[in-house]
């Protein structure tokens, strides 16, 4: 029988885990030349605080603990990879004055008609 809560355990444990491996890696990514090595690197990365993580402050055992890994290395790099391009960087909306909002974008009031 699937155990659903263990399950949903894991899923919980392994979003929480992808947003801090996503950000160390980013962090650390300028030090290899190859996206396969940073590939790799990042498996590493998230299978390791993944065990580290789980036994830490959840009852997830060691095998477990690698499917946390695993689904963080996963989902860590679905979300960057949905996600890029389409962010803008904190000086980028720090240094700008105004905020201009496409036409197409605008809603009309009663008052505008």
Do not use: R
Not at 41 to 48: A, C, E, G, K, R
Not at 60 to 66: M, N, Q
Not at 88 to 112: F, G, M, W
């Amino acid at each position: 029988m699937l155990k659903l809560s263990l399950l949903q355990q894991m899923l919980v444990v392994s979003i929480a885990l992808s947003a801090i491996t996503c950000a160390f890696v980013q962090k650390t990514k300028k030090h290899f030349k190859c996206s396969s090595c940073l590939c790799i690197y990042s498996l590493i990365v998230n299978l390791v605080c993944g065990i580290l993580f789980c036994l830490s402050f959840t009852t997830i055992t060691f095998p477990e603990s690698l499917w946390v890994g695993f689904f963080s290395f996963i989902g860590a790099d679905t979300i960057y990879k949905s996600l890029e391009g389409k962010l803008a960087s904190y000086s980028d909306l720090v240094s700008k004055d105004q905020i201009t909002i496409p036409k197409e974008n605008l809603i009309e009031t009663e008052d505008d008609k």
